[in-house]
């Protein structure tokens, strides 16, 4: 299947979970990042039983701290 991983189109295999991807993508501190799939954010709670679907477009985002 193919995604869409931070712009770039990839090919994953069918049933690729959100888990599996994080560590193909070597994601660091995958405890602390925000992912969102079609621009919709996934609960923390929900990352370990999301499955990836033909066409998803996912993005890792960190929070970014500073500033005066």
Do not use: H, W
Not at 34 to 60: H, Q, R
Request: proline content about 3%; glycine content about 8%; cysteine-free.
């Amino acid at each position: 299947m193919t995604i869409t991983v931070a712009g770039e189109k990839k090919e994953y295999k069918d049933g690729l979970t959100l888990p599996e991807l994080i560590e193909l993508e070597n994601v660091e501190t995958p405890q602390y990042v925000t992912v969102s799939i079609n621009d919709e954010f996934i609960e923390t709670e929900n990352k370990d039983k999301t499955v990836l679907k033909d066409g998803d477009s996912v993005e890792f985002l960190y929070f970014m701290g500073g500033g005066r």
